[in-house]
């Protein structure tokens, strides 16, 4: 490499948490959501395909092949964020403009052929990523049918067996246990639904919640005593009263979302705990439970639409990864947040909700 090419190199290299900067900047005042994605979420890619961009027009590597990382750039937007595909032809066209501006403030003049290759670059990763995202939402489509068509076929097809054999039978006892089953699985049906639902209704455009003055504690308390019916389970609630503008029954389903999730995880010997405080701001919802900790490289999984934590489906634990998506978007929704604090004692689920959404 000539003497040329390596200043050149150096100088666009020493620009890239500029331009990052710069582009984070406008990504998470333009774009609806962004504000509510984790940076590294986020960042993605970028950076990586920043350095090879720069390598590709100095001469200093191979030419970097775009479709690998702006493929998978597109299905982690899919998969992990509510962007679409307009958002990631944003988020491109503010890279190009952060990336031109920073560069022209640090003095770098580019010469026509390196301005058409920058801009190649950049069409190129916009054209994979769009490939990438669109393959991640059929992949995600055909995981919602198999759910549908595994998951709510179980429970349906258990609850007909009980109705058959009470149907079958005349003994008292066995009537009554049949019933109870028949009972559970439609329940179990039911709730599946009613997230579906939700899902379907919170997913299907920008939701405009219709808030009201709400007791925090009284959603709180309907959906612990639900539970706690529903499970046998003993709940114990501790909270000090808060009142805010919220929609109170998105936040109860999503209380029972929380408890359910702790019932799967915990023995029945161990209570369930869920507190409400108010903390910096935001009234908060702590449900905790003892069980077997979350790993921390599925601390994000368990937040997305038909994933739950590995291993699952070898413990026998029921469900298909609907509640707590649910629950970060009631969070998101009302400008808040859900965190989990999990160690091999206890695992901890935070619902924040600002007390000012203004």
Not at 136 to 160: G, K, N, Y
């Amino acid at each position: 490499m000539s003497a040329q090419h390596s200043v050149r190199l150096t100088q666009l290299l020493s620009a890239k948490d500029e331009v990052l900067a710069a582009w984070l900047a406008a990504v998470r005042k333009e774009i609806p959501y962004a504000c509510s994605i984790s940076l590294p979420a986020l960042v993605n890619t970028l950076p990586a395909f920043y350095e090879h961009l720069v390598l590709t027009m100095t001469g200093a590597g191979e030419p970097f092949d775009h479709a690998r990382i702006a493929a998978e750039h597109g299905g982690q937007r899919a998969r992990v964020t509510r962007f679409n595909a307009g958002s990631i032809v944003h988020e491109f066209q503010l890279l190009r403009s952060a990336i031109v501006d920073t560069w022209d403030r640090a003095g770098i003049v580019l010469d026509l052929d390196e301005v058409g290759r920058l801009n190649h670059a950049i069409d190129v990763a916009l054209r994979e990523s769009l490939t990438g995202f669109s393959l991640a939402q059929v992949q995600i489509r055909e995981q919602f049918f198999c759910a549908l068509t595994h998951d709510l076929r179980t429970p349906l097809a258990a609850a007909t067996a009980a109705v058959t054999l009470i149907h079958k039978t005349d003994d008292p006892v066995r009537i009554q246990q049949m019933a109870q089953i028949a009972m559970r699985q439609h329940a179990r049906l039911a709730t599946m639904i009613c997230d579906l639902l939700d899902m379907m209704v919170f997913n299907a455009g920008p939701a405009v919640l219709d808030v009201t003055h709400t007791a925090l504690l009284e959603p709180v308390s309907e959906a612990v005593a639900s539970v706690a019916f529903s499970s046998g389970r003993d709940i114990r609630l501790d909270g000090e009263p808060i009142s805010g503008q919220w929609q109170a029954e998105a936040i109860r389903r999503a209380v029972e979302n929380l408890l359910n999730n702790a019932v799967k995880y915990s023995t029945r010997e161990t209570p369930i705990d869920v507190a409400v405080h108010a903390k910096d701001g935001a009234a908060v919802i702590a449900v905790s439970n003892a069980g077997p900790p979350i790993p921390e490289d599925q601390t994000e999984a368990i937040f997305q639409l038909f994933r739950r934590a590995r291993g699952d489906g070898e413990r026998g634990i029921a469900g298909w990864g609907i509640g707590l998506p649910y629950v970060r978007t009631v969070a998101e929704q009302h400008g808040g947040s859900i965190t989990v604090d999990s160690t091999p004692a206890r695992t901890t689920f935070l619902l924040a909700l600002p007390l000012d959404r203004i």
